[in-house]
């Protein structure tokens, strides 16, 4: 609710003004007439009927002056308002000269005033001469056009009396609270330049002036004295006294008022414009006068609620606006749509019939007197008139300081206003007084009258026109004329001296940048200036462009841009952030291809070079060129230019082949020829894909790739190719590749009720979550998992058998090839692909997609033959879908998002208004505030609970199951939350009651399309961008992401058709248009990730040679796209000498890379790995990471440091820093251990680092995205740690190894090592409790392990034994025996080390790890470490897990002389304060008795 409070002076028709703010007349309404004045009020109005102008001036003054004089003799001060700032100064003199004549002087004198010497100081500093000399005689002058300084002097002087008497203008009476006892209007007549003449003195002004007669706390009276015309008495005794009423003046501008609830999206139609009007004044005014309205008494019999006049109303208005462009108005159904034009008008401010007359006058190619005759024409400027007494001054202006020619001269209105415009940018002086406040007044309007006429210009695609609008708004902005130097910009700080010769020396930016000062300082015949110029040089904004082209398709063309500042930024000339318009043409045909604005930061400015990719259209034939601007939004001259060529740019060929849908009848379930197999299916007949394919899938071996649009079942045609491979080969198993963990999810949820337990089969999950030993994978029959996992597995495949015991891998959504994790995916199809090839074991691919542009390289990359490709259309859906797509123009996200719920919430009216909805949003935020939105319009639709379809009895139950605030709260009105920021049970429960119809709406993030198959009657898209938090800034979602949540439109049991309704960014409609429609290729982008993988490769021993790294890449898909569309991968030459020189560059450049980090060593022709490169391969890492970790730790690095190591992994380069999240990380930073870098908080890495911290100290998170930020935070901690330990222990240092091993427990307890006491990994710990056992000298859980349980309740004393029994039962106990062994091996005598361990609380069944505050699950290893603490040295390092007991060896070093300070520890890798130091000198020694 927002609440209207009116304040206003005594109104005749307060009650309907009341009506107007909906205030309830009994409560609400206060009314108090002037007889409330808290000081009485003595009126006097005084008439002159001098018909004489000059005459009556004199009188005027006179009866002024005598009014004044009677005043100031009863010892009173007195205000005089009069109309201009001009007669305030005059009126004073003119006071002071009657006085002089008639000998009242004495009558204005300060003198007498105790604080008079002291504040004369003051006025002496004063500039305004007028000031000072008026002072002396006790008057003084106020208006707006003074300095603030001495306008805050003025009100001074007369609040404290040195001031008698007061000439001001009227804004005096509004802005400042200024009483005096007598005030006095000198006139009435006031000038308007908006309406280019003479009016009279409002009622409002009249009466908030006589308002300031009379000080309450000095006065008993005031006196208000009006003079004025004779003519004009009666008409201010009147207002005065009967009081009339107000009328509304809203039909004067409804048509701009109807235009900006259109642009805002609050009305849409004809019905909602009507009720929107009925909340107006005019509405409750036009019922009670409707004759001033123009309503005949007829029309009020007829229609007594004038609806039909309201309606009328509206309808003229929407038609005119229609006519004008600025809306579409469709008569038929009543509904308005907005048009960019109506969108421009509303946001500039700028009125219906100056939007008439630039439809008129706006032509694609304008000269500059032309530009501003048509701006000169706006409505804005209509009431400014010419006056004769102006024409001499306007004929110097033209002359001096009007550079462009003025058509119609000064003495034509337009005219004058073209000079006047003019003479605003030439920063001109006036003096006659009109012309100054009509220069004013067009000021105040111009810069926003440039701005929407360029944002009109940019919508329209005029490149040269839009380039020259701009120009002009910063000409505007600036007051610099674009022919005038650029320098200019710079004039408070560079003399004009400098710039003029400058400008007579034709020295341009690009002449300056090139010349040396000394060059400078001679040009302009002043050395010193030289240096300036340079230093002003700098701070000059400029980027440098690059680009690259990557065709997309034939028609399509993917541009990389890059942007290098290369000044020095400085604030005061930059401020936080520069904004650049980036505007891609045709050289030929000036049209805009592409434009957006692009924002660059002061950090930016600093940093590297800043990458953009954006698409834009080519058409057949082909032009030779495309030019891309950056313009800056506020600097003139600064822009940047870079040229595209298409002399030598190959396209791909266009070839995309489409697989009929035959016209066959539907295939029975009981074709399988299994009865088990047919009740697996709830259904009785296959649908028209799966019959077209089924003899392929169920009876052949051939590999097939499948591409047809989501919803089509492509997941049960995969089920098939299962049943076959169990049929034959039941011993092999099935991989199942899903690119997402939640299509993972979601395959084992379907698979383990439905196939395995009728089946009989054995299935296991591989995802970040799990990760099952080894006996479950040998096991398996099916195997589901991420690309990532399975690349990590089948890296070493000579040594797993189960990698080469696959007979079926199964791809789902292989179109994801080209996405961010597409290299992975290809990786591993080569690879088994390649396994298949030297096992001579035949596996079976089957790729399942979308519909495909390039179905056939995909194809033959998978050895899919041309029986086993099947590529359907995107029409070819079980349930057809209907898509409507429309644009939203606003620059900025978050209002632009705003403006599209509306939109939202009459599709899911027009389109499904019972059947279910999806949205889709980009984020957790975006789905709690759309849902709120829509909560909103269904309550004003007096429906607020239309999407619920429970019983408010089972809501409640619901309700209370609900965790997460935001979803109790949209819950009771039928709409769901579902995205990552919920718990497991939350996101299940909003799903089943979306399913079951419980609720009608589901707002969820686009995690949901893959994961969820939650099918919907109509799906909206919200916008196709995302936050970026890597690159900070909006991206859009892939063609892909797209599609699949497309493709959950239309429910294949209950829905003839499906509707999907796409709302974008306007300039991306045209885009998307094309794209969903037809197909997308897929291009491989394995290119720039390939060092991980050949690292993998050589420490799996695949690649030997630079020979093997090419024949390895010629399994990839990369290679086949090499070939088709070469210029998309920079391949110039698509000759076979040519792709081969290729090949051997990039592998050569990928071998440099990984030797440079320490990954890899090469010989003249071989590759061999090395420890670090070992290392990345078996903890799945990028090489930047361990090479990052090579140079980073040392022999005694401390915990500090290997946190700032840990939180620098390139493997949290992609953890999202949202908006406004630098704050949280400042708030964070205050309350952590360790210091943080706090010039990069937005910086993923120092998240991570705060995120590490904060866990350690089990502060409360910020918001709930920080919770899951740090589960995934440590969920990639483990490894990295452990390949930390690795490096450590390879290098042979000990107590760096050991500290690390600190950091993964710390992670794992969230903990502090050492700075926490280790006893609070018990739950029931708390502060009572630790105090007790410390006094006992208890600080480890292992010494309370080992107090018997019945002596433990005398050492804690009153706590509960039984609770700290419970939890000391959850960690483990281990006992260690150590024998030592002499070893005769090949003639040499070497120790070997045999150890026993036992858990000796063998009721701990498990060894699950007891980690409350780690989000995985994880098992219980432990770490032997042999080495020597006194020198610090590490000799072996062993790492193992068992449930109750094992036996291990390990070899101690032979060549060892001493066995001084040498000891095995034994540390725990998630338990703080479990670590066993045993001696070995004291074995040695037993062994030597």
């Not at 106020?142 to 306008?151: I, K, N, Q, T, V």
């Not at 300031?212 to 009006?226: C, L, M, N, Y």
């Not at 079951?996 to 898209?1021: F, M, R, Y």
Request: charged fraction near 20%; charge should be negative.
């Amino acid at each position: 609710m927002i609440r209207i409070v009116g304040l206003s002076a005594t109104l005749p028709n307060y009650l309907e003004v009341a009506q107007f703010l909906r205030v309830n007349p009994e409560m609400g309404l206060f009314f108090f007439d002037s007889s409330y004045r808290p000081i009485p009020l003595a009126q006097q109005y005084i008439g002159i009927s001098e018909p004489n102008f000059a005459a009556r001036n004199e009188l005027l003054s006179e009866i002024c002056y005598k009014k004044v004089v009677d005043s100031l003799r009863q010892g009173h001060q007195a205000m005089v308002f009069v109309h201009a700032r001009k007669d305030t100064v005059k009126t004073a003199q003119k006071l002071v000269d009657l006085a002089r004549r008639y000998e009242d002087l004495e009558v204005f004198n300060n003198d007498t005033h105790p604080q008079l010497s002291l504040i004369k100081k003051d006025v002496m500093k004063s500039r305004n001469k007028d000031l000072i000399e008026l002072f002396g005689l006790a008057v003084g002058v106020h208006h707006a056009g003074m300095l603030r300084s001495d306008r805050g002097l003025t009100e001074r002087l007369f609040s404290e009396g040195l001031l008698k008497v007061l000439v001001c203008t009227a804004t005096l009476a509004w802005g400042v609270n200024l009483p005096a006892h007598t005030v006095v209007i000198k006139g009435t007549q006031l000038y308007d330049p908006k309406a280019g003449g003479w009016r009279d003195l409002g009622m409002l002004d009249v009466m908030q002036i006589f308002g300031r007669a009379g000080r309450p706390q000095f006065d008993r009276s005031g006196e208000g004295i009006i003079i004025t015309s004779h003519d004009k008495l009666a008409y201010y005794l009147r207002l005065l006294t009967s009081q009339l009423p107000i009328e509304s003046q809203f039909i004067s501008s409804l048509k701009d008022n109807l235009n900006a609830e259109v642009a805002l999206g609050t009305v849409t139609n004809v019905k909602e414009a009507c009720a929107w009007l009925g909340y107006t004044y005019l509405s409750i005014r036009m019922k009670l006068n409707p004759l001033a309205y123009g309503i005949g008494w007829d029309e009020v019999i007829a229609d007594p609620s004038l609806s039909l006049k309201q309606r009328a109303l509206v309808t003229d208005a929407a038609r005119a606006l229609d006519k004008a462009k600025m809306m579409r108005f469709d008569e038929k159904s009543g509904n308005f749509y907005c048009t960019e034009l109506g969108r421009i008008a509303s946001h500039f401010y700028i009125q219906y019939s100056s939007v008439e007359t630039y439809n008129e006058m706006l032509r694609r190619h304008m000269n500059d007197s032309e530009v501003i005759e048509m701006v000169s024409h706006s409505s804005e400027f209509e009431n400014i008139v010419v006056r004769d007494e102006e024409q001499n001054e306007l004929e110097t202006l033209v002359q001096t300081l009007c550079p462009v020619e003025v058509k119609g001269g000064p003495s034509n209105k337009h005219g004058k206003i073209s000079i006047l415009i003019q003479l605003y940018i030439s920063r001109g002086w006036i003096d006659t007084f009109s012309l100054v406040s009509d220069a004013a007044y067009i000021s105040a309007s111009l810069a926003r009258i440039m701005r929407a006429l360029f944002e009109t210009c940019l919508r329209r695609g005029w490149c040269e026109m839009s380039l020259f609008m701009l120009e002009y708004c910063k000409a505007v902005d600036r007051q610099i004329w674009p022919h005038q130097h650029p320098l200019r910009q710079f004039d408070k700080e560079l003399p004009a001296e400098i710039l003029r010769k400058l400008e007579e020396r034709g020295a341009d930016l690009d002449r300056l940048q090139e010349m040396e000062e000394k060059d400078i300082g001679a040009l302009i015949r002043y050395t010193p200036g030289g240096r300036l110029v340079k230093q002003y040089l700098g701070y000059f904004p400029s980027i440098q462009l690059s680009a690259t082209v990557s065709p997309i398709t034939r028609t399509v063309l993917k541009i990389g841009l890059a942007i290098t500042p290369e000044f020095t930024w400085k604030d005061r000339f930059h401020g936080a952030a520069q904004r650049w318009w980036i505007i891609v043409q045709d050289s030929e045909s000036d049209h805009i291809y592409h434009s957006e604005l692009f924002t660059l930061t002061k950090r930016m400015a600093r940093g590297e070079t800043q990458k953009l990719s954006f698409t834009v259209p080519i058409f057949e034939p082909h032009p030779p060129q495309y030019y891309i601007r950056a313009v800056s939004d506020s600097w003139l001259h600064a822009e940047a230019f870079y040229c595209i060529s298409f002399h030598n740019l190959a396209l791909p060929q266009a070839r995309t082949s489409h697989t009929e849908l035959l016209d066959l009848k539907p295939l029975p379930v009981t074709a399988l020829g299994n009865n088990i197999y047919e009740a697996l299916y709830n259904f009785s007949h296959f649908n028209p894909i799966q019959t077209q394919i089924f003899h392929i899938l169920y009876h052949t071996e051939n590999n097939v790739l499948l591409g047809a649009p989501t919803g089509s079942g492509k997941t049960i045609s995969a089920e098939l190719a299962m049943l076959h491979l169990f049929n034959t080969q039941s011993d092999m198993k099935v991989v199942y590749i899903a690119p997402l963990k939640a299509i993972v999810r979601e395959r084992m949820n379907d698979w383990k009720d439905r196939l395995v337990s009728q089946l009989g089969k054995e299935m296991v999950e591989m995802t970040g979550d799990y990760t099952p030993d080894l006996m479950a994978l040998l096991s398996a029959d099916i195997i589901i998992s991420t690309p990532e996992k399975w690349d990590g597995i089948s890296r070493n495949w000579q040594s797993r058998n189960y990698v080469k015991k696959v007979g079926l891998m199964i791809l789902d959504e292989i179109h994801l090839l080209g996405a961010e994790r597409g290299p992975i995916l290809e990786v591993i199809v080569s690879r088994m692909r390649y396994i298949s090839s030297q096992t001579e074991r035949a596996v079976r691919f089957i790729g399942l997609s979308t519909a495909l542009a390039n179905a056939g390289d995909l194809a033959d990359w998978l050895g899919v033959g041309e029986i086993g490709l099947f590529n359907f259309k995107p029409s070819v859906r079980p349930v057809p879908l209907e898509v409507h797509i429309q644009g939203y123009p606003g620059k900025f996200y978050c209002p632009r998002m705003n403006s599209m719920n509306k939109p939202a919430y009459a599709a899911i009216c027009t389109h499904s208004p019972t059947k279910p909805v999806l949205i889709f949003v980009s984020s957790r935020r975006q789905t709690r505030l759309t849902a709120l939105d829509l909560i909103q319009f269904a309550a004003s639709d007096e429906t607020p609970r239309q999407f619920l379809g429970m019983p408010e009895e089972d809501l409640q139950m619901v309700l209370s199951q609900v965790t997460d605030q935001n979803l109790r709260q949209t819950l009771q009105f039928g709409i769901g939350l579902h995205h990552a920021g919920l718990n497991d049970k939350d996101r299940s429960l909003v799903e089943e009651l979306f399913a079951n119809n419980k609720i009608q709406v589901l707002v969820c993030t686009s995690t949901l399309a893959w994961g969820v198959n939650l099918p919907a009657h109509l799906v909206i898209i919200k916008g196709t961008e995302y936050y970026d938090g890597k690159t900070k800034r909006y991206a859009d979602f892939p063609i892909t992401d797209i599609l699949q949540m497309m493709g959950r439109a239309g429910r294949p049991q209950y829905d003839q058709h499906g509707k999907a309704v796409i709302l974008v960014h306007e300039p991306k409609k045209s885009f998307y248009k094309k794209f969903l429609y037809e197909p997308f290729p897929v291009e491989s982008s394995l290119r720039d990730q390939l060092h991980d993988h050949f690292n993998a490769e050589i420490v799996s021993g695949t690649i030997f040679h630079k020979e093997d790294a090419v024949h390895y890449l010629s399994w990839t898909y990369l290679f086949r796209r090499l070939a088709i569309n070469p210029a998309y991968y920079g391949l110039e030459d698509t000759e076979a000498e040519g792709l081969s020189s290729y090949l051997s560059r990039l592998v050569q450049n990928t071998f440099e890379d990984l030797e440079d980090s320490g990954c890899v060593k090469m010989t003249e022709d071989s590759v061999e790995p090395t420890m670090l490169g070992t290392i990345a391969s078996q903890y799945y890492l990028s090489y930047v990471t361990v090479s990052m970790f090579g140079s980073n730790i040392g022999p005694d690095t401390s915990l500090e440091v290997f946190l700032h190591i840990l939180s620098g992994a390139s493997e949290y380069d992609e953890l999202p820093v949202r908006h406004n999240e630098d704050n949280h990380n400042e708030a964070l930073s205050q309350r952590v251990r360790f210091a943080v870098d706090n010039n990069r908080l937005d910086d993923p890495h120092v998240k991570a680092n705060l995120l590490f911290q904060a866990h350690f100290s089990r502060l409360d998170l910020p918001i709930s995205d920080y919770v899951t930020d740090l589960k995934s935070v440590l969920d990639q901690s483990i490894r990295i740690i452990q390949a930390m330990i690795d490096i450590c222990a390879n290098s042979g240092w000990l107590s760096s190894s050991i500290t690390c091993m600190h950091l993964l427990q710390m992670v794992m307890q969230g903990l502090w090592f050492e700075q926490d006491s280790a006893l609070w990994m018990l739950p029931c710990m708390n502060n009572d409790l630790l105090g007790t056992l410390r006094a006992r000298g208890i600080s480890t859980v292992q010494q309370l392990l080992d107090i018997p349980k019945e002596n433990l309740q005398t050492v804690i004393g009153n706590f509960p034994v039984s609770r700290l029994h419970q939890d000391l039962q959850r960690f483990p106990r281990i006992q260690v025996k150590l024998r030592l062994q002499r070893r005769d091996i090949d003639g040499e005598n070497s120790l070997t080390l045999n150890i026993r361990m036992d858990k000796m609380n063998s009721w701990k069944n498990t060894s699950r790890a007891f980690a409350l505050r780690f989000p995985k699950i994880k098992d219980e290893a432990w770490w032997l470490v042999l080495g020597n603490t006194n020198t610090s040295e590490l000799y072996a390092l062993k790492r193992i897990s068992f449930s109750d007991r094992l036996n291990t060896h390990m070899e101690l070093p032979s060549g060892i002389t001493t066995f001084q300070g040498m000891k095995l520890v034994v540390v725990s890798d998630c338990y703080l304060g479990f670590e066993q130091e045993h001696s070995i000198e004291a074995l040695v020694e037993q062994l030597v008795l």
